[in-house]
């Protein structure tokens, strides 16, 4: 199974969290991201996205069906990204490739996770993927990317 984590654009300041719109230049960042994905993920790729306005914006930039799980939603814990995705650290539940549209700390908790087994330290850019692939349980983890817009 193929894990890949997309960290929402650059979003606008606001006290509702969840309402928070991405600005002009966040548009043009998911936009050269969504180009980027489009041209490496599977077809049958499962989308999910946090119900916050960012992270939806965000995903509508691929033009493609996707899931909203609030499980995902700001402040969620590693584990419920994993389970969203149906990762399993004792081997994927599913076959194929799962993009999670979501937020920082969460996301960079999970990229460090699963590729270091800590969850700490590792943050995420606006609008960076990590992809990541599970082997099985005696040959781990595989990145296969980590991205951010400024380097396409």
Not at 5 to 34: I, N, P, S, V, Y
Not at 61 to 81: H, Q
Not at 99 to 124: R, Y
Request: proline fraction near 4%.
């Amino acid at each position: 199974m193929d894990l890949i984590l997309w960290r929402h654009a650059e979003a606008e300041d606001g006290w509702d969290d969840l309402a928070r719109a991405l600005t002009a230049h966040g548009r043009k960042q998911a936009a050269k991201m969504a180009a980027w994905l489009l041209s490496n993920i599977p077809k049958q790729t499962r989308i999910i996205a946090s119900p916050a306005v960012r992270t939806q914006q965000t995903v509508q930039a691929l033009d493609l069906p996707y899931e909203t799980v609030s499980e995902i939603a700001p402040g969620a814990r590693v584990s419920d990204v994993l389970h969203a995705a149906g990762w399993s650290m004792q081997g994927a539940e599913h076959e194929g490739t799962v993009l999670v549209v979501g937020h920082q700390p969460t996301l960079g908790m999970t990229a460090g996770s699963l590729l270091c087994g800590q969850t700490d330290g590792f943050a995420m850019k606006k609008c960076a993927i990590v992809w990541v692939r599970q082997r099985d349980e005696r040959r781990g983890m595989v990145l296969l990317a980590s991205l951010t817009p400024e380097m396409l």
